[in-house]
């Protein structure tokens, strides 16, 4: 089975900067595409960002376009989203997911990591 494990939330001041770390396990991390999701307290699930298994290709919504980046390490199986400019309002859980074909559908999800930003 490939299993997914985030790290790295916690809790930070808005205008601040963290990086979360998802690590997998598994051969075939490198031919999957891979995603960032999020959820807040009574939200539903959301997008945040992708990347192609070849680190060439990314996707971003809205809300994280110009204050994250999504980044991949396929020699150490690890994917990376460097936040920055927090704001209240990123506070959320943040899942990572692996999308073997395409950018999507998602079949592997980690536990998620918590993440929040004080005013």
């Known amino acids: 089975q490939v299993q997914l494990a985030e790290s790295g939330g916690g809790l930070v001041q808005a205008g601040g900067s963290l990086r979360l770390s998802c690590a997998a396990s598994?051969?075939?991390?490198?031919?999957?595409?891979m995603g960032w999701f999020r959820q807040a307290p009574g939200k539903e699930r959301e997008f945040v960002a992708a990347?192609?298994?070849?680190?060439?290709?990314?996707r971003y919504a809205d809300s994280a376009k110009g204050r994250f980046t999504i980044s991949r390490d396929n020699s150490k199986k690890t994917l990376y989203l460097q936040m920055s400019s927090l704001k209240p309002e990123d506070t959320a859980i943040y899942y990572c997911?692996?999308?073997?074909?395409?950018?999507?559908?998602?079949?592997?999800w980690g536990q998620g990591t918590q993440v929040t930003v004080s005013s």
């Open positions: 997911a692996g999308a073997p074909t395409g950018w999507g559908p998602y079949n592997y």
């Open positions: 598994g051969r075939t991390f490198s031919t999957y595409t």
């Open positions: 990347i192609h298994w070849s680190g060439g290709n990314t």
